[in-house]
């Protein structure tokens, strides 16, 4: 018997937020549920019918702590019937949502499955670490904010294993000969076609808004950025460097879902189906270019090649991995890749950023009318995930 394919019926998401801006005063559990509700209401959709919610997040730390993906349905006014479970791959937890979901679909352990994920970088709590016995009587505590970066690493992992994500990207930069020039052009194109797709509309068909939030679109992007003005912003990471606060991922707030769908399982066009995908793993300081194999992987087992492919969302963490990740691909025509902007300048609020390139692709294959797309994403501690999307 042939395996269900999955189908992707429906993908949403909120605008995205900067830290401390216009989404900073809403719970992640509240997030999670309104993109939930939306992705049942915009079908007319029996949330009954709903197998099981599969949610990402990275940081689970604070009001996302025991298992936001139940607590987001129970909010969204799911019955109590439909089961929820919260994944974490860190920055591809969304991605990975989706991949459980339609594994769970191709199984036959489900026909429905709502998946996605969500992050509050602004919320995120500061933890302290617990003593080692009850009421210490000397000494103080470090205190660790949860908002992005390691903490609490174990000191037997070697440590150009736990540098920062902006020194990995910093290392990258020198490996693959990437300069400042490059990453600020790439970063510029970026703002540049994210707010010509907001001004043309192309976000409308996916675009939630969030009651009570004064927010649009999303808060990140600057209209008219130039590699000029952004030249002029300081290294963040190394005295020298080439990685700045224009050319690396801000830190924000949102959440995404995607409604997955056994083939027929709705009376509704799908927007594509899943044909491929991949995780791929690699030293923890080399996580900006395990994509690289990942899509490679991916594409293979969708039994496509590059020349096939229309177009790649890449998630923008920094614009150095971004390049090399294009040099890696050398079959792929540079002008496919992020049509409509990325990471740079429409945000990355982790637990939600899979959701959102998946949930775009599959949007934008249906704009076009067919297509095959490639979705993308690195993730800390070594490794790159990969989901091939056909129409």
């Not at 602004?122 to 009421?135: D, F, G, I, M, Q």
């Not at 194109?189 to 999303?218: K, M, N």
Request: glycine share 12%.
């Amino acid at each position: 018997m042939n395996a269900a394919q999955t189908m992707i019926y429906d993908a949403v998401r909120t605008p995205f937020g900067r830290v401390g801006g216009a989404l900073s005063g809403v719970r992640p559990d509240d997030l999670a549920a309104l993109v939930m509700r939306a992705s049942i209401e915009r079908l007319d959709l029996d949330p009954a019918r709903i197998g099981d919610v599969v949610f990402g997040a990275a940081n689970q730390a604070g009001e996302d702590n025991r298992n936001v993906a139940r607590f987001g349905a129970l909010l969204a006014g799911f019955p109590t019937s439909v089961t929820g479970v919260t994944v974490n791959r860190l920055c591809a937890s969304s991605v990975e949502a989706v991949v459980q979901g339609s594994r769970a679909i191709e199984a036959g352990d489900a026909t429905l499955v709502l998946a996605g994920g969500v992050e509050s970088m602004s919320r995120a709590p500061y933890v302290v670490e617990k003593a080692a016995r009850p009421w210490p009587g000397v000494g103080n505590q470090t205190m660790w904010n949860t908002s992005i970066g390691w903490r609490m690493t174990n000191r037997q992992l070697p440590t150009h294993w736990t540098m920062s994500n902006g020194e990995a990207a910093e290392q990258t930069a020198a490996e693959w000969g990437i300069d400042r020039s490059a990453q600020d052009a790439f970063a510029a194109r970026s703002h540049q076609r994210a707010a010509a797709a907001w001004a043309q509309g192309v976000f409308d068909a996916e675009i939630v808004p969030v009651p009570g939030a004064d927010l649009s679109r999303d808060e990140g992007i600057r209209d008219g950025s130039t590699p000029e003005q952004l030249a002029g912003l300081a290294p963040l990471f190394r005295s020298g460097g080439t990685v700045t606060a224009g050319n690396a991922s801000a830190i924000n707030d949102g959440a995404s879902a995607v409604l997955l769908g056994a083939e027929g399982a709705l009376d509704a066009e799908p927007l594509a189906r899943i044909a491929g995908r991949a995780v791929h793993g690699v030293d923890p300081d080399a996580f900006p270019t395990a994509p690289i194999e990942a899509a490679n992987q991916a594409l293979a087992r969708a039994g496509r090649s590059w020349a096939e492919v229309d177009l790649v969302e890449l998630n923008e963490a920094f614009a150095s991995q971004s390049l090399a990740c294009l040099a890696g691909w050398p079959d792929l025509d540079p002008e496919r890749l992020n049509v409509h902007g990325g990471a740079l300048a429409i945000g990355h609020p982790l637990g939600a950023s899979g959701g959102r390139i998946i949930g775009h692709a599959a949007h934008e294959l249906a704009r076009r009318g067919g297509g095959v797309a490639v979705v993308a994403i690195c993730i800390g501690v070594g490794q790159g995930m990969a989901v091939v999307l056909e129409r």
